[in-house]
């Protein structure tokens, strides 16, 4: 006879994929007929873009480009000027499991440039580039809750099980003329655009996501006077994004990344050169996630009777903890001895590069690296400007409650601040924002499927059983084992259901 099942619906989000791949992208830049000569190159800065990214099945295609922004000092002359070029780069990667339809995220960073000089007139140019690249699989699992059925008796898990609620992309653009500082001169040429996005903040209300930020502009020009000058602006942004299904209790990731970015000098009202026409393209990414508790039906069986039970198991998924730290990091960076001592610290951009991420011994330790760039303007009688990069190591360790933990963890400069010391040192500051996610996803649990019953004979034993209690039991199991009721089993030894059974402790089993 079959057994009413009573179920319940839940829905579980597991990372199927988590691939951290490295891009090669190399080419060559030639300098413009309308430029100079180049004598050496100054810096180098190079920035990547994710511009598509193809989810087939079985595979994805990753298309992108780098793009360079060079600095160098011509020859016979005591200036700087600047060459771009943008390198593309194609990547596939084979990935079972995935298919059009399966939730992807992908974000990517430079991790490595070379800038060679080939001839006065050819540079040849390299970049690696990392893409992290996270699969989710959602399924709809169908559980038992309960089961109708005189004298059942029913062994009870509490399962959670984390799954992606809502979700949402938006692209959107941020643009602005920009104004050259009185006290500065005009522009003459623009070397170089820099812009990074700051301040980011998320408040949820239903359906929505309202995203703040900002996206800081550098620029360095060159004056008609031939002078070096730079300038920073700050544009806010405040976009709303639809997101069905997104309620304020969820827990909420936004990831943003900048895209196109259009910079280029003009004239204002009076004819002079002093604006700057700004615009950057930014695609949003929205995930949020919720959680469900369920007490559900792992096994039964019915005292008398022959219980047969249908399952299957189900990988278990549930995001126990998340944990945000601010990391103050702080050094003294000290210029290399090959390098122009300083007169004037211009930019100083901080990037947090991949991390590696250890688990041993009930903790996580996180070891990892940012890399800190400043371009400066040298002393006179030594060139015009020079860069260098120095590094900022960090580790940090956390508690870890169970070896079954997936660990997943993210990390961002927010901020760097420097202290000029003297002309071959700065103090130097950084707010590193990490984000720890533990997820337990390496166990499984039981499903139950359907269950029947029929008669069976009476066991053949005596009315009162002695029994030691093994390894493993559990007052559940005891009763299972002897075809009786658990309620039988706590009157003969007058215990408590959530009494702790010692191994060796001797219970009396009735009939």
């Not at 280029?264 to 919720?290: C, P, T």
């Not at 029929?454 to 093994?470: G, M, T």
């Amino acid at each position: 006879m079959e057994l009413e099942l009573y179920k319940e619906n839940i829905f579980s989000s597991f990372p199927s994929a988590k691939v951290q791949m490295e891009v090669l992208t190399e080419g060559d830049a030639i300098v413009p007929d309308t430029k100079p000569d180049i004598l050496n190159i100054l810096d180098v800065c190079c920035r990547c873009i994710l511009e598509k990214k193809d989810v087939q099945k079985g595979r994805v295609v990753f298309t992108g480009s780098a793009d360079f922004q060079i600095l160098y000092r011509p020859e016979g002359e005591d200036t700087v000027k600047a060459l771009t070029a943008k390198l593309p780069f194609n990547h596939i990667n084979d990935i079972q499991g995935i298919t059009p339809e399966t939730e992807t995220f992908a974000c990517c960073k430079v991790v490595h440039t070379e800038c060679n000089l080939f001839n006065s007139r050819k540079v040849s140019l390299k970049a690696v580039i990392s893409i992290d690249f996270t699969a989710y699989t959602t399924e709809n699992i169908a559980v038992v809750t309960d089961i109708s059925a005189p004298d059942v008796q029913m062994k009870r898990e509490k399962i959670g099980s984390t799954y992606i609620a809502a979700s949402g992309t938006e692209e959107f653009s941020v643009s602005d003329t920009l104004i050259v500082p009185s006290g500065q001169s005009e522009i003459g040429e623009l070397l170089r655009c820099c812009p990074e996005i700051i301040d980011k903040d998320i408040k949820i209300v239903a359906g929505k996501a309202v995203l703040k930020g900002a996206v800081k502009v550098f620029q360095l020009y060159a004056g008609e006077d031939g002078t070096l000058q730079s300038m920073e602006h700050e544009l806010p942004f405040t976009e709303i994004i639809d997101v069905p299904g997104l309620t304020e209790d969820m827990v909420c990731r936004i990831y943003l990344c900048l895209g196109a970015v259009s910079c280029h000098d003009d004239i204002n009202m009076d004819g002079e050169r002093r604006v700057i026409s700004f615009g950057a393209d930014i695609k949003a990414n929205v995930l949020a996630f919720a959680d469900v508790n369920l007490s559900v039906v792992e096994d039964a069986f019915i005292p008398g009777k022959t219980v047969g039970i249908a399952s299957t198991n189900t990988k278990k998924s549930e995001i126990i903890d998340e944990r945000s730290e601010a990391l103050t990091l702080k050094d003294t960076a000290v210029l290399p001895s090959s390098m122009p001592p300083m007169e004037q610290v211009c930019l100083v951009n901080s990037e947090a590069m991949p991390a590696e991420i250890n688990m041993d011994k009930g903790r996580i330790t996180v070891n990892g690296m940012v890399l800190v760039h400043v371009l400066y303007f040298t002393a006179p009688g030594f060139g015009p400007i020079a860069s260098f990069t120095h590094e900022l190591p960090y580790s940090q360790s956390y508690e870890c409650p169970s070896e079954d933990i997936s660990p997943e963890y993210s990390a961002e400069v927010t901020h760097t601040d420097y202290n000029f010391l003297n002309p071959a040192q700065l103090d130097l500051r950084c707010i590193l924002n990490s984000s720890l996610t533990l997820r337990m996803d390496n166990g499984e649990y039981k499903v139950i499927n359907s269950a029947s019953s029929e008669e069976a004979p009476p066991p053949e034993r005596a009315s009162i059983v002695i029994y030691f209690v093994q390894s493993g039991d559990t007052l559940w199991s005891i009763a299972k084992r002897y075809n009786t009721t658990l309620e039988s089993i706590l009157a003969a030894n007058d215990i408590n259901e959530d009494d702790i059974i010692n191994v060796g402790m001797r219970l009396l089993i009735p009939r």
